[in-house]
């Protein structure tokens, strides 16, 4: 399944969540978190889908301030739990806190994906909290 976009409509531009998109790559290039490139895609993939409708909810000065708030508390959490934790975790835990912030500030939230298998092809909604579910196993299996 192919994620289109969120449901809650077009309330503005996605700026920030752009912006931190960005600079996840560039976080990446410059080894400041370790994965594969499965982990990368799998941070961007999440930021987009969680990030995108909780910036035109929150608008981008909010969503921004949660959003660093998020990638900074993910050493000190990961720190406290457990010292030895890969980096890998940082930025999959923050992506995880905006998906569990978007679940709190719309519980209703929908994202709209497509499915391309033959005769089953058609777009469907499925309820924010059941891709946050997949997206954690997935983040899970990756690091």
């Known amino acids: 399944m192919i994620p ?3 449901t809650i409509g077009d309330l503005g531009p996605v700026r920030g969540t752009l912006a931190l998109l960005a600079a996840e790559v560039v976080a990446f ?3 400041l978190f370790d994965g594969s ?3 990368l895609l799998l941070v961007l993939a999440g930021t987009w889908l969680f990030g995108s409708p909780l910036e035109r909810r929150l608008g981008t ?3 921004l301030l949660v ?3 998020l990638f900074a508390a993910g050493p000190v ?3 406290l739990v457990d010292g030895e934790s890969p980096s890998t975790l ?3 835990g923050a992506v995880g806190g905006m998906g569990l912030v978007l679940i709190g500030v719309v519980p209703r939230a929908r994202i709209l994906f497509l499915s391309p298998v033959p005769f089953a092809m058609g777009f469907y909604e499925v309820p924010a909290w059941a891709v946050l579910a997949g997206w954690l196993v997935l983040a899970w299996l990756a690091a």
């Open 4 to 6: 289109v976009r969120d």
């Open 29 to 31: 290039i410059l080894g």
């Open 37 to 39: 490139i499965w982990v």
């Open 61 to 63: 000065p909010k969503f």
């Open 67 to 69: 959003a660093l708030a």
């Open 77 to 79: 959490v990961i720190g």
């Open 90 to 92: 940082y930025p999959l």
